[in-house]
């Protein structure tokens, strides 16, 4: 939760520097965190990307409107109007809905640095200020630096109301302009929609292209709920690719919601306080994304007659919905494609007198595919070369991608697959490093702090090393190949605060299934390790300080590990099994535990044997599910196996096991609670404690064992009538 608002300050420095600087001290002074934007980035597309990611985190947005014009950014795509920084901030608050406060310098303002400015500039500067009076924002005059710091400091920021921050949790910003050829599909679906309260609608893709992945519908729910949100109270949003994830993911709209059950342990009470919300509310809209499959359908479907205050959108492959309008979505046409390409790469990329022809072309070999243009412009981008020059190399690698396509059994066009083999060619051998690693993880997003420590670097020096073989550790850095990735579109930041990067599951796909089935398995140990390594001994799952690093990645864990045990791999597996289970378990969400548990003894009493005491580990955890579910005959003979393991430890080694005592005494409750009598219970405790003595072991293990148990069965018994 937020502690303070963020207020973003827009100002022309030539002459409202100190203005600017005063409008920050004040901010200081009411506790109000400031924004200043001081990176003048000279490329248009460049900038909008950093305006739009600050101002899209802040709460509201102060602009200072003196007498200078002030700098352009330069490569402003064709049409897009004349606009300088300062004005550019507007347009961006405008756009994301923001609280906007303009204060206009007065003529007799004392400005820093008076400038004599062109005729074209004034008059630029003067139809803006025209246009600011004709805008709905609060808007006032000043001035001295006195006069602005006693109306700035009569904002009441942090009262309720002051900052009208909606609920949303949306994965990406708007892309605006980059957004092309879907102006149809949005002006229908919004009419759709508004036609009727509690309608649902699901973006599906064409049978044309076989319902694959990579045309865009995801990013065209986000840009539609960006589009018009002006239109809804709340816009939310929950991945939700399996039945587990659509409930863990809508237990997690409590926080944007702002639901006092955000603090509950319990998933189910926390999706409970959810749907209620949801069922007396008005004018929310919530996107289901990635609906793939029966299962997960299904549970959508047995949602939606609670989802009937507002609007539902689905995004997914599948076109049969009970009760949900299926809303076909089409590749981009040839001519938005085209201007997508020249957009994207404008000012950037090597221009010549064939970009007509060559643009076209690539277009073409790119099937209209979103994910496709995407990389495709984000290389372009990077290495600045020319649209026939990308193409010529998308070419060479497509021969090489049909030797090992097959469209049978591919989930995902033959363009994406050539577009990240074109990609991956540009990377070096630490960005193919991070890539192959993040291939192993959930598709959902990935917090940055997975990569911020020393262990997360030793795994990733290690696996570098392991896949340049002979040749020396590349000195490149994790974070260094993160942001190599980003620039190609790999990977995508997900979040305005650059703390959580995401993987379109396409290209996690793709960069599986092309690894040799023997180096599979060394990638999947590397994610493993990373994810491990995220996790420190302390405090454990079961404590609530651990939660704020389980959560996010909760999701990683859960697929490296089914992974990881499909490949065979014990360690640290079973751990990270157990981990997760208790993480659950705690949280109440036992269903999701229990088979972990289960798979994780499975594994331990094969890998290690039936006496291993990583199995009493394995048997600890699930019996105290079951006893916490009130399966108490189930609970028994795995606790009274646990025991006998331990048991067999200190008879085997001559030392009592660190965990006994408390196993003991955990056991001897159960029986208690179970309802045997003392007879009954020291006759179980004796046939446990049937192993030999080794000839190596103390005596006092054995000696005083029933002796122990008996003051035990006493000491509980007294401590439950207490």
């Known amino acids: 939760m937020q502690e303070r608002p963020n207020v973003f300050i827009s100002a022309t420095t030539a002459d409202l520097g100190s203005y600017r600087l005063a409008v920050r001290d004040t901010l200081l002074d009411q506790g109000v965190h400031p924004i200043l934007q001081n990176h003048l980035e000279p490329d248009y597309q460049t900038l909008l990307d950093i305006l739009r990611r600050e101002i899209n985190a802040c709460d509201a947005v102060i602009c200072l409107v003196g007498e200078v014009y002030g700098q352009e950014p330069k490569n402003r795509p064709a049409g897009a109007p004349r606009r300088s920084y300062t004005q550019l901030e507007f347009d961006i608050a405008e756009a994301f809905g923001k609280p906007i406060y303009v204060f206009l310098a007065d003529a007799r303002c004392k400005f820093d640095t008076p400038q004599e400015e062109l005729p074209e500039l004034r008059q630029l500067r003067q139809e803006y200020r025209d246009q600011l009076r004709q805008r709905p924002h609060k808007r006032e005059s000043f001035r001295t630096l006195d006069d602005l710091h006693y109306k700035i400091a009569t904002i009441r920021f942090a009262e309720p109301g002051a900052i009208t921050s909606k609920p949303q949790n949306l994965p990406y910003l708007s892309l605006g302009s980059h957004f092309k050829g879907r102006e149809p599909f949005l002006a229908d679906l919004h009419q759709r929609l508004m036609a009727t309260p509690g309608t649902a609608a699901a973006i599906v893709a064409r049978q044309a292209i076989h319902g694959l992945g990579g045309v865009g519908k995801t990013r065209l729910a986000v840009e539609y709920a960006w589009r018009y949100q002006a239109d809804y109270t709340a816009l939310l949003f929950v991945f939700a690719d399996t039945p587990a994830n659509l409930r863990r993911n809508l237990a997690a709209l409590t926080e944007p919601l702002r639901l006092p059950q955000q603090e509950a342990q319990e998933e189910d009470v926390r999706v409970a306080a959810v749907l209620r919300w949801l069922e007396d509310k ?20 047995h949602l939606m007659p609670r989802l009937q205050r507002d609007h539902v959108l689905i995004t997914s492959r599948m076109t049969h919905w009970h009760g949900v309008e299926p809303l076909p979505l089409d590749v981009l046409d040839e001519s938005d494609a085209v201007a997508l390409l020249l957009e994207r790469t404008a000012g950037s990329r090597y221009a010549t007198p064939q970009d007509d022809a060559e643009v076209a072309a690539l277009a073409r070999a790119l099937g209209g595919l979103a994910l496709a243009l995407e990389q495709a412009g984000a290389y372009i981008q990077h290495l600045r070369c020319g649209l026939g020059e990308y193409l010529a190399r998308w070419r060479s690698q497509e021969a090489r991608v049909r030797t090992w396509f097959d469209e049978r059994l ?8 050539v ?27 990935i917090p940055r702090a997975l990569f911020q420590s020393t262990e997360a670097e030793e795994v990733f020096a290690t696996a570098v090393a392991g896949s340049q073989g002979s040749t020396p550790i590349s000195a490149v850095s994790l974070e260094e190949a993160l942001a190599a990735l980003t620039k190609y579109s790999m990977v995508q930041w997900t979040d305005a605060a650059n703390a959580s990067v995401q993987v379109h599951r396409l290209v996690q796909e793709i960069t599986r299934g092309r690894l040799p089935e023997d180096a599979q398995r060394f990638w999947l140990e590397q994610a493993l390790r990373l994810v491990n390594a995220a996790f420190p001994a302390d405090p454990p799952p079961d404590d609530v300080r651990s939660w704020p690093v389980w959560e996010p990645l909760q999701p990683h864990v859960a697929f490296v590990v089914d992974q990881a045990d499909r490949a065979g791999l014990v360690d640290p597996t079973t751990r990270l099994m157990n981990d997760l289970g208790l993480f659950l378990g705690t949280k109440c969400m036992f269903a999701e535990a229990e088979p972990l548990y289960r798979r ?11 006496t291993h005491p990583s199995v ?14 009130n399966r108490l005959e189930e609970a028994e003979p795995l606790m009274r196996q646990m025991v006998s393991i331990l048991k067999h430890f200190n008879d085997s080694t001559g030392y009592e096991h660190p965990h006994w005592r408390a196993a003991l005494a955990n056991y001897i409750d159960l ?24 000839p190596s072991a103390s005596s006092h293990v054995s000696s005083g064992f029933f002796a122990w148990l008996r003051r035990g069965i006493t000491r509980r018994r007294q401590q439950r009538k207490e």
């Open 616 to 629: 009493a580990t394995c048997l600890n955890n699930l019996a105290a599910l079951l006893r916490e579910t």
């Open 282 to 301: 008005n004018g929310w809209l919530l996107i289901f994304d990635n609906i793939d499959t029966d299962a997960v359908a299904q549970a959508v479907e």
């Open 410 to 417: 591919m989930h995902y066009p033959r363009s994406v697959a």
């Open 600 to 610: 994780a003894l499975a594994i331990d009493e094969v890998a290690y044997g039936p």
């Open 671 to 694: 029986l208690q609670v179970i309802g045997l009598s003392q007879e009954e219970i020291t006759r179980r405790l004796q046939d446990v404690a049937g192993h030999p003595a080794s």
């Open 419 to 445: 577009s990240w083999e074109t990609t991956l060619v540009q990377l070096d051998e630490s960005a193919r490093a991070l890539l192959r690693i993040l291939a192993w993880l959930a598709p959902d997003p």
